[in-house]
């Protein structure tokens, strides 16, 4: 058992906050799998601050939930310290994660995300702001630089340390490669070994095997499962199980991913309401179908076809009764 800035962290692999599905819904179905800590999606300073009513969604935790970190993103630190103090008042949670790895024009082009790695003072300063301000442990999540001329971990890892958090985790891509090409985990070799904080890994985590080998040559504490776990729960269990040096769980049946999409898609609908949650599991539900004979007309039937839960349960069930997609 570890800890991070005091909270007990009972694993290794952390739930990466992806904007648009991991709400609390996600989070509480991903957690009996082995998730040790979740995060939010990112959280707007000004959407808290202004009160919007949709981003108060965003903050909401369930015992079940915990350790959680809910994830803030700003640019200006006086605005985002209202935020944190609207956030202690409203919600309960374990850690505040800082995000400065969001590669989003929309995002960066404010200031906010990962434009901070190119400017460490900048960086330095906003984090300590929050950390002097937050009654919780602070974390932060960056990338490897902003360009492939900019790669600057290690002076921004620095200044987040001596801002004082308690938990990088690093994208092991820069901000300008966005999601292309392959994780350089291996720009990374023992960096988790030098530093004062633990390290978590992030990058390309979709397999067991992947996750083990990240860590072990990044020195990391942590690993953190993201775009894997979507409709791949058990990829949790399985890095779990191989880091206990434990046999992998097979992967599961069609009626067993039946019943992980059909678990999924009732806690969705339950915290949203039918219409937007079946809006959002059209994009998520093909997740669980991935690899399956068939995949592309379920994905295709689900996508053009399925508008209400009723019209989700449809296709769920003939894929259930006749074991095939
Ligand atoms: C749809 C989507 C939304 C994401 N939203 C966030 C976010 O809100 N905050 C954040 O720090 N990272 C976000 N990420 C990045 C992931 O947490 C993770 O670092 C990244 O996907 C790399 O890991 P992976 O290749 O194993 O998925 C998002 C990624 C995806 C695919």
């Known amino acids: 058992m570890g800890t991070i800035g005091g909270i007990k962290i009972d694993g290794i692999v952390l739930l990466g906050p992806m904007a648009g599905v991991t709400s609390l819904a996600y989070r509480e179905f991903m957690k009996p799998f082995g998730v040790a800590l979740s995060f939010s999606e990112m959280i707007s300073d000004c959407a808290i601050v202004y009160g919007n009513k949709k981003t108060e969604g965003y903050f909401v935790t369930s015992s079940v939930d915990r350790p959680v970190g809910l994830q803030l993103f700003g640019s200006d630190p006086a605005m985002s310290v209202k935020a944190v103090g609207i956030l ?5 949670y374990d850690l505040l994660d800082l995000n400065f790895g969001c590669p989003v024009h929309k ?22 702001a929050i950390v002097m301000a937050s009654h919780k ?27 004082g958090v308690s938990l990088i985790t690093i994208h092991s891509r820069t901000t300008s490669e966005l999601y292309a090409g392959t994780a350089h985990h291996d720009w990374l070799k023992d960096f988790g070994k030098e530093l004062s904080v633990p390290l978590c890994i992030s990058g390309d985590i979709f397999t067991p095997e992947a996750a083990i080998e990240a860590m072990k040559l990044t020195g990391t504490s942590y690993v953190m499962v993201a775009r894997g776990g979507l409709g791949n729960p058990r990829l949790v269990t399985n890095v779990n199980r191989l880091y206990e040096g434990k046999e992998v769980l097979p992967a599961p049946s069609l009626q067993e991913e039946v019943g992980f999409a059909r678990d999924f898609m009732h806690r969705l609908v339950l915290e949203k309401g039918e219409s937007v949650a079946a809006k959002e599991l059209r994009g998520l539900l093909p997740h669980f179908f991935r690899g399956f004979r068939g995949y592309k007309k379920i994905r295709n039937d689900i996508a053009t076809l399925c508008f209400t839960l009723d019209d989700l349960e449809k296709v769920v069930k003939r894929v259930e009764t006749t074991g095939r997609l």
């Open 88 to 92: 202690e008042s409203k919600a309960d």
């Open 107 to 128: 995002v960066t082009k404010t200031g906010a995300g990962s434009s901070f790695l190119k400017d460490t003072d900048r960086l330095y300063r906003y984090a300590r």
């Open 137 to 163: 442990p602070v974390t932060a999540k960056i990338r490897l630089g902003y360009d492939l001329e900019h790669v600057n971990f290690r002076e921004n890892a620095a200044a987040l340390i001596s801002a």
